[in-house]
């Protein structure tokens, strides 16, 4: 199946620091990508789609300014958490879809996610 | 506003036992629906999806869902849990046609196997 990957898997950081989460869809091409982030115990939530060539999509409530998405190109997706505070440290996940075909529906391939820990 | 509710938190059940997770949707259209699992460090795996067609759903790793419209459910089952099934399993609707638009998901609900 499709694969998808994310660097750092890991990343710890001092409070007021910029942190750089990439996004790669390792064997496919991606036009579209998405950046969830997962707290403690809970589930997913989607914080923007990435789209290559154009601006990010924003869920209501995320901070475009704090959360800056770059889509770079067909494989690589770039999450910049700036100015990084404490109350940002969580599990931030991506996905990326691949196309069913006309007879199915497109599955979302997730990549392992980032721990960032802000101190 | 479309949601997704898993009932349940946490399930414990013992090796070989019968399982089922509880999934309701809430959707205006027909939805897409999906079970992935997430175990501790992995990212999250899709197990199956329903699309259209026939309501019952196989799976990887012996799983299957039924669909009932009239429910608004998509419970999760498998006849005989394995210990290696322990993990974190996801109910999520897709918002859209396909999986080009933003997947909502429920809760979760953990699943421990007792020996």
């Known amino acids: 199946g499709a694969v998808v990957s994310q660097h750092p898997s890991r990343v710890i950081c001092k409070s007021g620091t910029s942190v750089k989460i990439e996004c790669r869809s390792l064997?496919?091409?991606?036009?579209?990508m998405f950046w969830y982030r997962q707290f403690p115990k809970q589930s997913l939530m989607l914080m923007a789609t990435?789209?290559?060539?154009?601006?990010?999509?924003?869920e209501q409530g995320v901070e475009k300014d704090k959360f800056l998405i770059n889509h770079a190109s067909l494989t690589l997706s770039t999450l910049t958490v700036t100015s990084a505070h404490p109350e940002d440290s969580s599990f931030y996940i991506c996905?990326?879809?691949?196309?069913?075909?006309?007879?199915?529906?497109?599955?979302?391939?997730f990549g392992p996610g980032t721990r960032l820990t802000v101190l | 506003a479309q949601s997704v509710t898993q009932p349940d938190i946490h399930i414990t059940v013992s090796e070989g036992a019968s399982l089922e997770l509880r999934c309701n949707y809430s959707?205006?259209?027909?939805?897409?629906l999906f079970w992935y699992v997430q175990s501790p460090g992995q990212g999250l795996q899709l197990l199956l999806k329903?699309?259209?067609?026939?309501?019952l759903v196989q799976g990887i790793k012996g799983f299957e869902a039924e669909f009932k419209r009239s429910q608004s459910s998509f419970n999760l089952r498998k006849p005989s849990v394995h210990w290696s099934d322990a993990a974190e399993y996801f109910c999520?609707?897709?918002?859209?046609?396909?999986?080009?638009?933003?997947?909502?998901f429920g809760a979760g609900t953990r699943l421990a196997v007792h020996p």
């Open positions: 996905s990326a879809p691949v196309s069913g075909g006309l007879d199915s529906t497109d599955t979302q391939y």
């Open positions: 064997d496919f091409q991606a036009t579209t």
């Open positions: 990435s789209n290559e060539g154009s601006k990010a999509t924003y």
């Open positions: 999520a609707v897709g918002a859209g046609a396909g999986g080009y638009n933003k997947l909502i």
């Open positions: 959707y205006g259209a027909t939805p897409y």
């Open positions: 329903y699309f259209s067609g026939d309501t």
